[in-house]
């Protein structure tokens, strides 16, 4: 196929938006403005270190307002509806001054809004209402996000990130950029886009590409990219943690060759996705909590157990009590024997009280349960204040050192103000912990972040319960498109399609 040249831009006028979450539609706690981190004029323009290097000067880039917050509950619609009003009423005035050329749509693809089947759908076609049909308009995604046909027919150039746990999220973002600005600068028209779906829908934590499958499919992308016309491969995995028939896993091939080429190389990709489905399996080895404590006993230290279903980098409440419950009852830690970490619990009740007692004080604590109330609920202990610091994501945060009969167990928890992963090493050291000289930590994680993966010995995921479960069948969805797997296994006679946009 011939690309319609339009003329050569020297100057292209590229708006920047964009809102950024991951939602867990089975999390009790919704998300509001609180959570996030709101970026407008040059404050936005640093989100993105490249734009003094030398493809990127000649264009010029317009923000308007970008929303990041870590993955969560439901956004609520009030905080939604007003911040796509600034970027529609941004838009209006920029396009008022002069037709825009571009747009980078700075987004997650797992945000949930209330009331919304396709919330970024939704938002793409508000902001097409104001640039019209003929800008560019490119999207940089993470992997755990979906494309749905909304979405697809609204975007330009779509790419996401090629690695889980997510090491490229900037390089993605760069490419994105990249592809947009190179194709406005050379006067390119349009390309050609083919979206195939894939009746698959797992967690993160069985399709990193640490492992296998997932490694060989995201191996395949510089292959499929130096084929003639091929611009960009990109492959979703799609959100698990929300029930809507958009939540699914996804290929699209974007490019300048024969659109029938096209098809063909995102289907056949798409296939060998799909041929191997039975294939996906966890990035560790699974137990219970139970069984993890018993493993734990004799693993090699540090030991590490992912406490996966109140992951809040996934979405979870990060209250949930099972795993501490379980703590509090292990003998190994309790008697002092073990030296155990437990990150963290989102408590912002505990950790004032910690601040009122100052480090050194000791006091009783009711910790957890509240924000996700299902069993074992709130946790009562004592506890020495061993640390407490200002944490930059997580606010007033804790370590408490349980007590047992006056003395002090082997068991430290951590409690916060806010919502916070624990996932790399300068978070434990803020409050002076040190995982790596730990015998066991137990932490609300899924797949271990490099740090953590460096420093453990030995590691295991607790299948516990919570808003990002990792059974997804326990879950109960509803609402999402059949057959699907895993909640359906005789699926032999799935035919997949493409569509194709040229």
């Not at 492992?211 to 130096?226: C, K, N």
């Not at 090699?300 to 990060?318: E, K, L, M, V, Y």
Request: glycine share 8%.
């Amino acid at each position: 196929m011939s690309v319609e040249a339009l003329p050569v831009m020297n100057h292209p006028r590229v708006a920047i938006v964009g809102i950024h979450i991951e939602s867990s539609t089975f999390s009790p706690q919704p998300a509001t403005a609180d959570d996030f981190e709101v970026t407008r004029g040059n404050a936005l323009l640093a989100r993105y270190p490249w734009l003094d290097e030398t493809w990127s000067q000649p264009v010029r880039w317009l923000p308007v307002l970008h929303a990041r917050a870590l993955p969560g509950g439901v956004l609520v619609r009030e905080t939604y509806e007003q911040w796509k009003a600034e970027i529609v009423e941004g838009l209006q005035s920029l396009t008022d001054e002069e037709p825009l050329d571009g747009l980078f749509f700075d987004i997650h693809g797992a945000m949930s809004v209330t009331g919304l089947e396709d919330a970024e759908g939704d938002l793409v076609e508000a902001v097409r209402s104001v640039i019209g049909p003929e800008p560019l308009v490119g999207a940089s995604m993470d992997l755990h996000g979906n494309v749905s046909e909304v979405l697809f027919e609204n975007l330009d150039l779509l790419t996401c990130y090629r690695m889980a746990p997510h090491e490229d999220a900037l390089e993605s973002r760069r490419r994105a950029m990249t592809q947009l600005a190179g194709r406005l600068l050379a006067g390119r028209g349009k390309p050609t886009k083919v979206l195939v779906h894939i009746p698959i829908l797992l967690p993160g934590e069985m399709t990193s590409t640490r492992i296998e499958p997932a490694r060989r499919l995201y191996a395949r992308i510089p292959y499929l990219e130096a084929q003639p016309g091929i611009l960009d491969a990109a492959f979703w995995i799609g959100f698990a943690w929300a029930d809507q028939p958009r939540c699914q896993a996804a290929v699209v091939v974007t490019g300048d060759g024969d659109p029938d080429n096209l098809r063909d190389v995102a289907l056949a990709w798409a296939n060998e996705i799909w041929a191997a489905r039975d294939e996906f399996e966890f990035v560790a080895p699974v137990d219970s909590m139970a069984g993890c404590l018993t493993w734990a006993e004799d693993a090699r230290r540090p030991t590490f157990i992912s406490d996966s279903g109140d992951n809040p980098g996934a979405g979870g409440a990060d209250d949930v009590t099972v795993a501490l419950a379980s703590l509090l009852a292990w003998e190994p830690t309790m008697s002092g024997r073990l030296q155990t970490i437990c990150a963290s619990l989102h408590d912002a009740a505990s950790a004032q009280r910690a601040a009122d007692l100052g480090e050194g004080g000791i006091g009783e604590f009711t910790v957890g349960g509240v924000i996700d109330p299902r069993e074992p609920g709130p946790q009562t202990l004592t506890a020495r204040v061993q640390a407490l610091v200002e944490d930059p994501d997580g606010g007033l945060s804790a370590a408490l050192r349980v007590l047992r009969d006056g003395k002090e167990s082997g068991l430290v928890v951590v409690v916060t103000s806010r919502r916070k992963q624990y996932s790399d090493a300068e978070s434990y050291a803020r409050l002076r912990l040190d995982p790596a000289g730990a015998d066991v930590v137990v932490v609300k994680i899924g797949y271990l972040e490099p740090d953590l993966f460096e420093m453990a010995a030995d590691w295991k995921m607790a299948l516990t319960p919570g808003g990002v479960d990792q059974d997804l069948v326990r879950l109960g969805h509803s609402r999402i498109r059949r057959p699907m797997v895993p909640f359906d296994r005789d699926v032999e006679s799935v035919r997949l399609t493409a569509i194709v946009r040229t």
